[in-house]
């Protein structure tokens, strides 16, 4: 089945924690993405990535890091998570800018960070 | 950068009527419009979608217009039944950095029956 994979699905963790949000794709999409969604703000990129070994900045890239050394993973890294970071996080993927269609979201990832 | 403004933020209809939600941009370069679907407690997804080569696209009872020189492009769905009560999504980009979407804040429509 076709699918966006996010893991964990719920995470409670303390401040400071380092935590990785793991995302992988079997669609051999180009385009990944992270947002995150909080109530009245609708859903803000985070970062992106074009293709292996590229990424870019989003909207809101302050405190998460991102790497995307394979074509099917795409973590979210959170180093030092503060509370402003407690939101739903979803990852989604495309195909590159040559194919007509829009993202493929994963199921999100509701982060509470206390 | 671009920016996307959504209205109304939220919808009540009663079953049958129709609904239509609004949303304006501000980067002229955008040329690429999908709408997301997102019901309580699950992923968005993607209903529809509309180029700026294209004034207007159907789907059913579902339909997406477009209007390039007002920087404005709306949802419109007919005959609305209950399981049409989520929340609704706009967003923009342009189609050369088409990861780079960025979302209005959502509508939440409710059908009453």
């Known amino acids: 089945e076709a699918q966006v994979t996010q893991n964990p699905r719920y995470l409670i963790t303390v401040t400071g924690k380092k935590l990785t949000v793991t995302c992988s794709q079997n669609m051999n999409h180009e385009y990944m993405s992270w947002y995150r969604q909080d109530p009245g703000l609708g859903l803000r990129q985070i970062y992106y990535s074009m293709n292996v070994e590229v990424t870019d900045k989003g909207d809101v890239p302050e405190g998460y890091k991102v790497s995307r050394k394979e074509k099917r993973n795409f973590p979210l890294i959170l180093e030092s998570p503060s509370p402003n970071q407690t939101s739903l996080y979803f990852c989604?993927?495309?195909?590159?800018?040559?194919?007509?269609?829009?993202?493929?979201f994963g199921s999100g990832t509701r982060l509470t960070v206390v | 950068g671009e920016n996307v403004e959504q209205h109304p933020s939220t919808l009540s209809v009663q079953e049958g009527d129709s609904a239509v939600i609004k949303c304006t941009y501000s980067d002229s370069a955008s040329n690429y419009f999908p709408w997301y679907k997102q019901e309580l407690g699950k992923r968005p997804q993607l209903i529809i979608d509309?180029?700026?080569?294209?004034g207007e696209k159907k789907d059913q009872r579902i339909a997406v217009t477009l209007n390039k020189t007002a920087k404005h492009f709306s949802l419109h769905i007919t005959e609305t039944q209950p399981e049409d009560s989520a929340v609704y999504f706009c967003a923009a980009s342009r189609s050369v950095y088409r990861n780079k979407l960025v979302f209005g804040a959502g509508t939440i429509l409710r059908v009453k029956s």
């Open positions: 989604a993927s495309s195909f590159g800018r040559d194919r007509e269609n829009g993202y493929t």
């Open positions: 509309i180029r700026s080569n294209v």
